[in-house]
């Protein structure tokens, strides 16, 4: 059974920093391209950010460019997002989403909450 | 980026009813047109890509159609779980979500 289970969700004060982690299970993982999606509340979805299998390719929404940094380790099957200069606009559930196939979003974390507020 | 429009927002339906929603994308994107299916309160799940191709295990009554810039997301004959919000996405180049509609009970 494929697993992925975020953390690292909370409260922070805007201009603040959080780091989101996405523990994989029942896929091979090194293999995997990965992509963290979030969706506002009561909102949509948004495309935040994607990492090639080896970290070789590594893509971001216009809207966190320069402040998101995506990462992985593959030993660990784990993956990463530092979030820094924190704004209200970026509160959000952050899911890690499995890239199937060509952007083709197959396996979904069940999500993490982002809170951020004075 | 290309923008994804969907429409309706939202639909109130009975069981048993035809539901056909709707999304168009800002140009051509083929068939790199993908539909996934959120309950409340829970992630999105995969339901049809490349336009038309149901994922196992996904119920017959779930169809897709559609090539270039317009597509239709249809259900046959509404169930009571298939209550939710709906999403149209495209992979032809970096991903963007239509809107969503939601469904619900008549």
């Known amino acids: 059974e494929v697993q992925l289970v975020e953390s690292g969700g909370g409260l922070v004060k805007p201009g603040g920093s959080l780091r989101l982690s996405c523990a994989a299970s029942g896929i091979t993982f090194s293999s995997c391209n990965m992509n963290w999606v979030r969706q506002a509340p009561g909102k949509g979805l948004e495309w935040v950010s994607s990492i090639s299998s080896s970290s070789t390719y590594i893509y971001y929404a216009d809207s966190v460019k320069g402040r998101f940094t995506i990462s992985r380790d593959n030993a660990k099957s784990s993956l990463y997002l530092q979030m820094n200069g924190l704004r209200a606009e970026d509160t959000a559930v952050y899911y890690c989403v499995r890239d199937g196939s060509n952007w083709i979003y197959d396996y979904w974390g069940q999500g993490t909450l982002v809170t951020v507020s004075s | 980026d290309i923008q994804m429009t969907q429409s309706p927002s939202s639909l109130s339906v009975s069981v048993g009813d035809r539901v056909t929603i709707t999304c168009r994308a800002s140009q051509s994107i083929s068939s790199s047109l993908n539909w996934y299916q959120q309950k409340p309160g829970k992630a999105p799940k995969l339901l049809i890509d490349g336009a038309s191709r149901l994922q196992s295990g996904v119920p017959s009554r779930f169809s897709g159609s559609g090539s270039g810039t317009d597509f239709t997301f249809t259900i046959s004959s509404l169930q009571p779980e298939d209550i939710g919000t709906y999403y149209c996405?495209?992979?032809?180049?970096?991903?963007?979500f239509g809107q969503g509609t939601r469904l619900d009970i008549k």
């Open positions: 996405q495209q992979s032809d180049s970096f991903p963007t």
